[in-house]
């Protein structure tokens, strides 16, 4: 309806784009002449971390990628469960506080002042938006922006990068929900934590006329799945 209300005139066919929403720490890498150049973290919106040291220390960031002018390249880092587990019990068997959660120990990890520390722990990378003024060459023609999001999708994971496990393009918002209850049941097999999955749109053309707020894209909206809820006992007060 949002988008609906926004395009009025304009107001196309058009289809909706699927992913995985990681519990992670957004993080924003700025490439120049294809050379890694800056790792930063989302922060407040416009200022972020300065994090580049460390950012190099994670494999699956390619400090270099095939593609000359200025690229900037988003997406989340994570630490998965198996990985977070094994650093807690290094943790309890130094005597040094646990990490409540991988998320919290990804941007612990990846804030360290030392960057040998990042290293040693296990953190991933997965990118989700590509945005650059470079030249492609797609379907034959040399353009500076992709026609789909599915095809900005599938550059990054040619420039060596990891992108979501799982991904969809979907005409309705009923198959929409049907994937989203499928991924909510499945989303304790997934090696990190998801909370939820992410509706862009698919057609790049329509993400400049739906603009953006001070926060937030208008041409795309999470979809956070309910807290995890557990039982506890009180054992004292």
Not at 7 to 34: C, I, P, R, T, V
Not at 57 to 84: A, C, H, Q, Y
Not at 172 to 191: G, M, S, V
Not at 205 to 232: D, M, S
């Amino acid at each position: 309806q949002r988008i609906q209300r926004i395009l009025k005139e304009d107001l196309q066919d058009f289809s909706y784009f699927l992913e995985l929403k990681f519990d992670g720490l957004g993080l924003s890498l700025l490439y120049e002449e294809g050379i890694l150049m800056r790792g930063a973290t989302r922060g407040n919106g416009e200022m972020g971390e300065d994090v580049t040291h460390n950012v190099k220390t994670i494999g699956s960031i390619p400090l270099s990628i095939p593609v000359k002018g200025r690229v900037e390249i988003r997406g989340e880092i994570v630490m998965n469960k198996k990985d977070f587990e094994q650093l807690n019990e290094e943790r309890r068997e130094n005597g040094e506080n646990e990490f409540v959660s991988p998320r919290n120990a990804a941007a612990g990890s990846l804030r360290q002042l030392d960057p040998h520390i990042t290293a040693r722990r296990k953190l991933t990378f997965y990118a989700f938006e590509l945005h650059t003024t470079t030249l492609f060459e797609e379907n034959g023609n040399k353009k500076n922006s992709f026609e789909k999001q599915s095809h900005a999708e599938k550059m990054l994971t040619t420039f060596g990068f990891l992108t979501s496990p799982f991904v969809t393009v979907e005409n309705t918002i009923p198959d929409l929900f049907f994937h989203i209850q499928k991924l909510e049941q499945q989303r304790h097999n997934f090696p990190f934590e998801v909370d939820g999955a992410v509706i862009k749109i698919e057609e790049k053309n329509l993400h400049a006329l739906l603009g953006a707020t001070g926060h937030h894209p208008r041409w795309a909206i999470a979809y956070k799945f309910p807290a995890l809820q557990k039982e506890t006992k009180i054992l004292d007060v």
